[in-house]
C-alpha cells in the first residue's frame, strides 16, 4: 500500500469454494474498508474483477463499491470498481 498515492487497489479471495455465497465476502470487505478508512489517509480504494464473475461484482457493488469503467487487459475484460472515502462516510 503507498500511502502517498492516497489510494490504493484491493483484492479478495475465499479460498474454500464452500464458503462462497454466505456473506463472508461482503463481512470481509466491509471490516477491510472501514479499517482503511479509519487507519490511513486512502481517499479511494479500487479493484478490478472479470466480466463474467457476477457473483464477486455483487459481493462488492453490496459492499458500496460502484462501477466506473470496463478494460481489456492481457487478453481478459474486466470491470473496474472503486469506493471514495466520501461516499463511505456518508453511509457511516
Ligand atoms: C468473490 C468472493 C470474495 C465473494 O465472496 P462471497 O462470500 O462468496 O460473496 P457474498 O456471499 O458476500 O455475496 C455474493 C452475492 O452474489 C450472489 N451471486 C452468486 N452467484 C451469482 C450469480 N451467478 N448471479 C447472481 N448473483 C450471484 C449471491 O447470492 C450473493 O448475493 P446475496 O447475498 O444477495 O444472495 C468469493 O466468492 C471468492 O473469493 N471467490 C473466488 C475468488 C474471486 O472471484 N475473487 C474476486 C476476484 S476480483
Known amino acids: 500500500m503507498n500511502n502517498l498515492k492516497k489510494e490504493t487497489e484491493i483484492g479478495i ?18 471490516t477491510l474498508t472501514q479499517y482503511l478508512f479509519e487507519t490511513t489517509s486512502f481517499e479511494r480504494l479500487h479493484l478490478k474483477t ?11 457493488l453490496q459492499s ?11 487478453g481478459f475484460d474486466y470491470i473496474l470498481m472503486d469506493l471514495r472515502r466520501s461516499n463511505w462516510e456518508n453511509l457511516h
Open 50 to 60: 472479470l466480466v463474467n464473475n457476477i457473483r464477486a461484482q455483487k459481493c462488492f
Open 64 to 74: 458500496s463499491f460502484q462501477i466506473y469503467g470496463q478494460v481489456h487487459k492481457t
Open 13 to 30: 479471495i475465499i479460498g474454500n469454494r464452500d464458503y462462497w455465497n454466505k456473506g463472508y465476502g461482503r463481512d470481509a470487505l466491509k
